[in-house]
């Protein structure tokens, strides 16, 4: 069975300032998104799920399903803010959904294959989506998991503080733990750090860190329900708490229901957290057309 794309897209892009998931960055004004899929299709998956607000699917759709009729499967789940499907029977006022990995147990009734799950608005290079491929079709199971790990000084912005989750890698290969730090940076010598308030902290440049490029079972929607049923309760008062899926892989490991493999790329990583970004995406797909990585026209 062919592994399934599961590509987040339900974002508000607050700090970029437009609905970046569908912004144009290729040659043809090929989306972030566009490089992804057409990776993920000469990688061997079988279908692409898109994750959007509902509001969202019929710019989606006119983009998407032209390009996509007859190469590759395509469906659609929608992350809104209703707590009963999952068995919560409440209704709490928020301004956005309930983060990452609530948003991939809105996928639960819809996907039954293996899968891997990662950002819109990041490009990720296709040995990522070789590996991961690779990864689901011969190693997951459901107390198996992985998560593609970039090298953090290949991930950094030049204009601004970013937050990468920051992998402890044990002997084997097995992520221990993950950390979110919110201020990470490249120093004036050209080293990484982060900050946090007990001040500023140096990072090795190849530490491993998650870009949000998890491979997982089907069998992660019922380990993380009960796990979201438990954050809703404990943050119903807080309207800017996120159920991320660093969160859920930090519990199954704790509880050894799984563990997850760190799989290493060597790719350049780039995306779009701040406006001035964007010209220097659009630099790099450009080299990648050039040295013929990609055609010039991708669904040409």
């Not at 989606?60 to 029977?89: C, H, M, N, W």
């Not at 290949?154 to 402890?168: A, E, F, H, I, Q």
Request: charged residues 25%.
């Amino acid at each position: 069975m062919k592994p399934t794309l599961l590509i987040l897209a339900a974002g508000m892009a607050s700090r970029y300032g437009s609905m970046k998931q569908i912004d144009g960055f290729g040659p043809n004004g090929e989306t972030i998104i566009d490089y992804s899929i057409y990776d993920a299709i000469k990688a061997g998956f079988g279908k692409i799920s898109f994750i959007i607000r509902e509001e969202f699917a019929e710019p989606f759709k006119a983009i998407f399903e032209p390009k996509l009729k007859g190469r590759i499967e395509t469906d659609y789940v929608f992350q809104s803010f209703d707590l009963k499907p999952f068995g919560i029977d409440k209704e709490i006022e928020r301004a956005k959904p309930w983060g990452t990995a609530h948003a991939v147990l809105a996928a639960r009734n819809q996907i039954h294959e293996p899968f891997c799950v990662i950002n819109a608005d990041d490009f990720y290079g296709y040995d990522s989506f070789e590996k991961m491929a690779k990864f689901l079709t011969t190693e997951v199971a459901d107390d198996k998991y992985s998560i593609i790990g970039y090298q953090i000084d290949r991930t950094l912005s030049d204009y601004g503080t970013v937050s990468r989750g920051v992998c402890k890698v044990d002997d084997n290969g097995n992520m221990v733990e993950i950390n979110e730090r919110t201020e990470v940076y490249f120093k004036e010598d050209g080293s990484v750090a982060y900050r946090d308030a007990a001040g500023e902290h140096d990072l090795s440049s190849d530490t491993r860190v998650s870009m949000n490029f998890w491979g997982f079972t089907p069998a992660v929607f019922k380990q993380s329900e009960a796990l979201f049923k438990a954050f809703v309760e404990a943050n119903e008062n807080n309207p800017k708490s996120e159920f991320f899926i660093p969160i859920v892989a930090d519990a199954l490991i704790k509880s050894g229901e799984a563990s997850f493999k760190v799989i290493p790329t060597a790719s350049k990583w780039f995306g779009v957290t701040y406006k001035e970004d964007k010209p220097i995406v659009q630099k790099c797909i450009s080299e990648l057309v050039d040295n013929g990585t990609y055609p010039a026209n991708l669904w040409d």
